[in-house]
């Protein structure tokens, strides 16, 4: 069972980016999933949290700015980025509480850059 993170990339201020993360692997069901991100030198913050049923959080500065998707059928979260800003720079991770046949757990993808520059 694995989480793979992608879509992350360099965009100017003011661009946009989606972020995807799929799970695979012998899954019974998936809970919660969540976007964190951290930046160089700070600690790992939440971005944006999901449930299984649609219902969503966001960091106060993700708020009308960043969207939180799923689509249960692929076993994929999203993240779109929209008017990203410098400060939005940092290591993208994506989490989700998963069920196999074994346990529920969290399980963490491996991080997708964002750069936000100029």
């Known amino acids: 069972v694995q989480l793979q993170a992608s879509g992350g990339g360099l965009v100017q201020p003011g661009g946009s980016l989606r972020l995807s993360c799929a799970a695979s692997?012998?899954?019974?069901?998936?809970?919660?999933m969540t976007w964190y991100r951290q930046a160089p030198g700070k600690q790992r913050e939440l971005v944006a949290a999901?449930?299984?049923?649609?219902?969503?959080n966001y960091a106060e500065s993700a708020k009308g700015r960043f969207t939180i998707s799923r689509d249960n059928a692929k076993k994929t979260v999203y993240l779109q980025m929209n008017s990203l800003k410098p400060e939005d720079t940092a290591v993208y991770y994506c989490?989700?509480?998963?069920?196999?046949?074994?346990?529920?757990?969290?399980?963490w993808g491996q991080g997708t850059q964002v750069t936000v520059s100029s």
């Open positions: 989490r989700a509480l998963m069920t196999t046949d074994r346990a529920t757990r969290d399980y």
């Open positions: 999901i449930t299984s049923g649609g219902s969503t």
């Open positions: 692997g012998s899954i019974l069901s998936i809970n919660a």
